[in-house]
């Protein structure tokens, strides 16, 4: 796997040969994007950091990866943790900072240790005079936003900001700041160092109705049966969900996974977290069970995702009761749509997608519970 | 020098007490000169902050998607009947508390559960009965004073400020000095928070 060669430190020796501004364009020619979800080029991001004037500059590495079915960043700390640590050493070299924090979730605490063991030995054979940082997150999803992670660190509840400014302007303490997440970094290294280095290769974490779930490596554009073959599921598949926020859609195995393909459907690939749903389920069940984890989940600060995700469970429980009819259909419809345009962060804006793929993917699924 | 981040000086303070109450936030406070709202806001924003007392084992089940695909759901409702609890309740021993949580990174090996922060995964009602009896008979093994700890904890009100966690540590100011400075803080700390 690509995810998982070393760099030993050869790779920031090199950062350091080349310079700030060489790293920078060598990244924006090897087309380093954020691999987070939204796809952001990590050149464009650390030149903003970096062309901001002011005395202090900072670096999370963002390891709370709350995504349901998402579990990629934990297998590269356990495997490949150097690696990333050198990304962020070359990211800290590269914009000038000095101080660096690693936001793991709290779910990961059993990793901290051995994290922690790790950064000691790779500053200390870098003999860099960067700080790495471990915060322990404590639960809380809408803290892998990177504002609300910057409220996080500094102290307070992890409520999503207004942007701009973006933090690469005004981040961690009102400091120019680059937020990246732990597979993010760990490319920046590996895109440094090895001159065949592929952008195009992503992580696939494949769970749900499978007999062998777990992580692959395979290029954009890879055919659907590919993965669903190394899945081996025990039954016909019928869905597939994009985590909870990217949308529920059909299976087609001929289909080919890019990000255009799956827009077509409505859906959003994220982080490439799929989670495999068979035909012996409904996908009502799923729906409610993603509600939920917006309801759960929601920080509270804005009325439409507050108030909205709990409506929402509550309409489809009506539905799953048998109580509703087709007019409550319309109104979930309604109610995600609002929600999805009035909410200020990225979870109330996704947490109408996967209603809103159900409905119109599998209709079917609904209107059997319906009056 | 590490920065002192608030995150962590919490889990610190939950790890030593069992739970976030409020002469454990009022010490921070103090100790820490960050205003007791703040502490308390935060403490209450992260689901895994409690300001309540809890059972020894907390126990964390998944409720996400892919951990609900392959019975979580089931296994959620085995466990109340196992530990004659609800979710979000905790024994009369004070031995577990039950928690449904969101998604814990464990989907590859789903059903999954956290308990005190150890994962346990590909779950079955066989494997859980085995790990709480197991737990159960470790019991009497580890740590029986942090056990009696948390059931004085647990049946005293922590507002006369005469708790367990005072007590362990004797050397801390009394309650009413500590209530002073932290009036002074507050007043120091008015236009902290914006």
């Not at chain 1, 356990?78 to 070359?90: C, D, F, R, S, V």
């Not at chain 2, 964390?60 to 609900?68: A, Q």
């Not at chain 2, 004659?84 to 577990?96: M, P, Q, V």
Request: glycine fraction near 6%.
């Amino acid at each position: 796997m690509q995810i998982l060669e070393g760099t030993n430190l050869k790779a920031l020796a090199r950062a350091r040969k080349m310079g700030a501004e060489g790293v920078i364009n060598l990244l924006e020619k090897k087309g380093l994007v954020g691999r987070g979800g939204a796809a952001f080029p990590t050149a464009k991001k650390w030149r903003m950091a970096m062309q901001t004037n002011a005395d202090a500059r900072f670096i999370i590495c963002n390891a709370d990866e709350g995504e349901p079915g998402t579990f990629k960043d934990k297998f590269i700390l356990q495997n490949n943790a150097k690696t990333m640590l050198e990304g962020m050493l070359i990211c800290a070299y590269t914009i000038g900072a000095k101080e660096c924090f690693i936001y793991l979730r709290g779910e990961y605490e059993y990793l901290k240790d051995d994290l922690q063991k790790q950064i000691d030995e790779v500053i200390a054979s870098a003999q860099s005079d960067v700080s790495i940082q471990i915060v322990l997150g404590a639960g809380a999803y809408i803290c892998g936003e990177e504002t609300a992670i910057i409220q996080s660190i500094m102290g307070f509840r992890g409520q999503a900001m207004f942007k701009p400014p973006y933090p690469t302007i005004e981040g961690l303490w009102g400091k120019p700041t680059v937020v990246n997440n732990v597979e993010t970094f760990t490319c920046a290294a590996q895109a440094i160092l090895f001159d065949n280095w592929n952008p195009n290769m992503r992580l696939f974490c494949l769970s749900g109705n499978v007999t062998n779930p777990g992580i692959f490596e395979f290029p954009l554009g890879t055919e659907l049966s590919t993965l669903i073959k190394l899945a081996k599921p025990k039954y016909k598949l019928k869905a597939m969900s994009f985590g909870c926020f990217g949308g529920i859609m059909p299976i087609n195995s001929k289909m080919k996974i890019t990000t255009e393909s799956i827009c077509k459907e409505d859906c959003q690939h994220g982080a490439f977290s799929v989670v495999l749903i068979d035909e012996k389920q409904n996908v009502l069940d799923i729906c409610c069970s993603i509600a939920r984890f917006y309801t759960y989940e929601s920080c509270g600060k804005c009325t439409p995702c507050r108030e909205g995700t709990i409506r929402m469970l509550n309409l489809l429980k009506k539905v799953k009761s048998r109580e509703a009819t087709n007019e409550d259909l319309k109104l979930i419809a309604e109610l995600a749509n609002h929600i999805q345009r009035t909410s200020l962060c990225g979870l109330g804006q996704s947490s109408g997608n996967h209603v809103l793929t159900a409905l119109k993917h599998f209709p079917q699924d609904f209107e059997a519970y319906v009056k | 020098m590490p920065r002192e981040i608030l995150l962590n000086i919490l889990h610190e303070a939950q790890n030593k007490h069992g739970y976030l109450s409020e002469d454990v936030l009022k010490e921070l406070s103090v100790s820490h000169n960050i205003p007791i709202s703040q502490l308390y806001s935060v403490a209450t924003f992260y689901t895994m902050f409690r300001t309540k007392p809890q059972g020894k084992y907390v126990i964390h089940i998944c409720g996400s998607p892919s951990c609900v695909l392959n019975n979580a759901t089931t296994l959620a409702n085995f466990l109340q009947k196992e530990l004659k609890i609800k979710i979000g309740e905790t024994t009369k021993d004070n031995l577990f508390s039950l928690y449904k949580t969101s998604c814990i990174g464990c989907c590859n090996e789903a059903p999954a559960m956290l308990i005190n922060a150890q994962p346990y995964t590909k779950l079955t009602e066989k494997s859980i009965r085995e790990i709480l009896n197991n737990l159960k008979s470790s019991k009497n093994k580890v740590s029986k004073s942090a056990n009696s700890k948390l059931k004085k904890s647990a049946g005293k009100k922590t507002k006369s400020g005469t708790s367990a966690s005072k007590k362990s540590k004797p050397k801390k100011p009394a309650n009413k000095k500590i209530k002073s400075k932290a009036k002074k803080l507050f007043a120091k700390n008015k236009h902290r928070g914006k």
